[in-house]
């Protein structure tokens, strides 16, 4: 649905993205991550075909976006991380206008504004204009005009920045329920990583201007189908050999005392099972068998903390 | 209806906004209505007065309260931050630019109406109702280039503002009808043969238009009406832009050649009309180098596209002011074969053909050329200004720089060598060959310069 073919972004004084290139499948909700001006906002509006790349390719749904600016316009909803609504406008006209302005025919533009509040649950709000909404709301008012004329793709730069807690978690509960219900792809970007775990399938981490952690890669409850597991044994009596009744097991063990260990599984679920019954047979008095899950954050955490790649040709 | 006429709509023309310039209007105009009856005019005179009050209304609330609406269509989309919403639109550049023009513009256009409908109806009575609909149709049309030239210079303001890395303000949408209002004075003043002021559009006299004889009223009315979608049209083509559409380099060279036939027509020979156009498009070359954004990427894309032969990108990428500067080379070559054509007619009259040919190069080619050395030489001055470290400060640098350059160094130049001095740093009439020759020096110098500010670092740093 969105491909990326070496993408170069120049600033008069500064390269934002040095060939960047990955794909998001269709249907696929990937949380964009990195560290504050790593380039994924300069990236996003690239994808938008807001801003023009220096060099390379980008296509959304079909469209590449210098050839085709006005069909990506067409086939996506963006919401930048500083957005804007006409204060003066009630719900209704705002929802009305986007939908309206978005395509969308007059005969049908009523019950797409209303069904757009429904989504983001503004529809007991028509009335209300918009200069009058919290915070909160005003975000889900202006989701809600990103979504009147179901877009495709949906790109969402930081959508919970600025809110409470509790406006984060409907939010998020939003964002799952229109990656669930919609089929749209999504791209959020977000500092909030545990926010992001519950309803992102893909990661990507741009840092530096360039992707990091080797592309786009599985998130949340896919996030442990990689090649190595982490998985932690706890017993229900101490053992002392522990350690070594595991090295003779097969595990590489990360860390391991009397009362449980920390082991490393290559193989995937049927490795993990065979370690287990081995373990059993062993006697090994468990308690315990969890596979550790790698979460968004350690995952972003591991990578920004790897030191940085020089760039190629880039001048001091 | 346009979604963006319709949305304009909703904000600008609220009952109780529309209710309060109703009121307004009525008290301006009953109270002139009742004070001119009391001091014992006559009916024709209370209308008069009416008619001058319209004539005021139309001006303060078309050509002032409507530019400002037209520029602040786009600039209050900026500070709302709702500008990239828009952008991101489905509509087209035409709908939203009419949308934004005369929905923006809409109750100002209402009481710029009542007005003009004042003011016509007393032409109507003086000199009939076809002069009436002219008058009519010429304040429209010259609100709608107001309005046009507003947004249009907004839209400028806006693309210069982004490359620049600042925040855009309405000062695009003042330096643009500075310019127009500017603009209208010298070619209505010089067409009035008087060098400045509003004489040609309010004057009686017929117009004389390459040779044919037409009534003034329906001259500028026809003028003021094409002008007027020719400024539209400008707003069309900068929207365009603003909304990720290419735009090919056709429209800028296309207004100029229209501006320079139309000028050239109310010249009085075919020398004067050249000139006419020379001077338009010189005066086309400084508009585009500062209106243009400093984008030095675009330039590398360019530079980079001309050598592969891409007709389609290049034409996309080429700066406005490269087509303005080459039809300013053509009219200067066109003044140079004019002035070799009068001195063909003199040579046969008798004269000394080394003198005619001595001043036809003095009077027509030589001054022309020396004229388009110096204009390359600003083209420099300015470029380098607008792209160097600061790009917010060029335009400032560069018209501080020129001034310097014109006035100190023309003072300077004169006071220590008289014309030859002065012919140093400005087209001298008199030295037109030290003219032609000191500035081609400076433009390779400051183009020198300018190159390298433009090319930069060979790659930006990282981010």
Known sequence: ?316 | MNPELQRNLWLEATPRRVAWVVVALALVLGAVGVVTGMGGENARDVGRALAVTGGVIFVVSALLWGSREAGQAVMEEIGARTWEFQRLSALTPWTMTWGKLFGATSVAWMAALVGLTFAAADRAVDQGAASAMLFVISGVAAGVIFHAVAMSSALIGVRKARAEGRLATLRGSVFGLIFLLVLVWVVSGAVGGRGGGFDFLAGDAPVVWFGESFPRDGFVAASLALFAAWAVSGAWRLMRLELQTRNAAWWWPAFLVFAAVWAAGLASGAAEAWLAAFAIFVAGSYVSAFAEPADRIRLRQFAGSLPRGDVERTATLTPAVVPALLLAVIAAIGLTVVGSESSSTLVQSGNDAREVLNRALRDDATPAFALLAFLIRDLGVIAFFRFGARPRRGDFGAVVALGLLYLVGGALGSAFGDSVGGALFFPHPDQPIVSLISAALQAFLIWTLAARRIAGPDRPANA
């Not at chain 1, 316009?73 to 500083?82: C, E, K, N, R, V």
């Not at chain 1, 009305?96 to 429904?118: C, F, H, I, M």
């Open chain 1, 1 to 316: 649905m969105i491909e990326v073919e070496n993408v170069v972004y120049d600033y008069p004084s500064q390269r934002a993205l040095h060939g960047v290139s990955f794909r998001i499948a269709k249907g696929a909700v990937l949380a964009l991550v990195g560290p504050n001006g790593a380039g994924k906002t300069t990236l996003m509006r690239c994808v938008a075909a807001l801003d023009t790349q220096t060099e390379g390719v980008i296509r959304v749904d079909g469209h590449n976006t210098l050839d085709h600016p006005r069909a990506v316009h067409a086939a996506l909803g963006y919401l930048p991380d500083f957005f804007g609504l006409y204060d003066e406008l009630t719900v209704r006209r705002s929802l009305l206008y986007a939908a309206r302005s978005r395509g969308v025919g007059a005969d049908r533009a009523e019950a797409a504004a209303l069904t757009a509040a429904q989504r983001v649950e503004l529809d007991d709000r028509m009335e209300q204009r918009a200069g009058e909404l919290s915070r909160g709301l005003r975000q889900r008012l202006a989701i809600a005009q990103t979504i009147v004329h179901e877009p495709r793709v949906l790109l969402l730069d930081e959508p919970a920045s600025g809110l409470d807690p509790e406006a984060r978690r409907t939010l998020s509960e939003m964002i799952g329920k229109l990656a669930a219900q919609s089929g749209m792809t999504i791209v959020v970007s977000s500092h909030i990583l545990s926010e992001l775990e519950d309803y992102c399938s893909e990661m990507l981490m741009i840092k530096d201007g360039q992707v990091a952690g080797g592309g786009v890669l599985s998130a949340g409850s896919q996030a442990q189908a990689g090649p190595e597991t982490l998985v932690d044994l706890i017993l229900s009596a101490p053992r002392a050999d522990l350690a070594e009744v595991l090295q003779r097991s097969g595990a590489a063990v990360v860390r391991a005392d009397a009362n449980g260990a920390r082991v490393s599984v290559k193989g995937g679920a049927e490795a993990e099972t065979a370690l287990l019954a081995r373990l059993v047979t062993a006697g090994v008095p468990l308690r315990a068998f969890s596979p550790v899950k790698r979460t968004l954050e350690q995952a972003y955490l591991e990578e920004v903390r790897k030191p940085a790649t020089p760039v190629l040709g880039a001048a001091a």
